[in-house]
């Protein structure tokens, strides 16, 4: 059903692809838009229990798309360093596939809720965070059920870890 990376040597071990999504800040979700035409939206995410999850306004272009089809795709980019006499970049990139859907379990959405704002608010007590989830009435929580993930890297990183 997906296809097999090509240039199989530079594929990231599970480990190291979650230690990507942990780590991201932002990433792309892309969904299949208005009309047919693809739409990608950059966002901050949290990857949290083997899932994907996000907070949306209730409505919009992202939730009707997701609602008319919840196969999305979601990449993030966690290095990418110009090496202007190489004429490349090294990088290294992360791409999910999975089914979006809005989150109505009231456990899920607190869990998963509380583990946005630790990411993004660790520095904040926690009651205060359990105080903005608590009080985030007027956005839904949109959650990805992971199908498939593939990490790659710049085969130029894959050769600096193999004579480490």
């Known amino acids: 059903m997906f296809r097999k990376m090509r ?6 071990p599970l480990d190291r692809v979650e230690e990507v999504l942990h780590r991201g800040t932002n990433g792309v979700l892309a969904v299949q838009g208005d009309d047919g035409y693809p739409y990608a ?6 990857y949290h229990n083997s899932k994907l999850y996000f907070h949306s306004a209730k409505a919009g272009h992202k939730v009707d798309a997701i609602r008319r089809q919840p196969k999305v795709s979601f990449a993030v980019v966690d290095e990418d360093t110009v090496v202007s006499a190489e004429y490349t970049t090294y990088f290294r990139s992360v791409i999910a ?3 979006a859907f809005v989150v109505e379990d009231a456990a ?8 946005l704002t630790a990411k993004y608010s ?3 007590p926690r009651e205060k965070q359990e105080a903005e989830v608590g009080g985030c009435t007027q ?3 949109i959650g990805v059920e ?3 993930m593939t990490g790659k890297e710049a085969i130029e990183y894959v050769k600096a870890s193999q004579t480490k």
């Open 7 to 12: 240039r199989i040597r530079q594929e990231l």
């Open 122 to 124: 660790a520095d904040q």
């Open 146 to 148: 992971i199908d498939h």
């Open 41 to 46: 939206v950059p966002l901050s995410y949290v």
């Open 97 to 99: 596939f999975g089914r």
């Open 139 to 141: 956005a839904i929580l």
């Open 108 to 115: 899920e959405r607190r869990d998963a809720f509380l583990a």
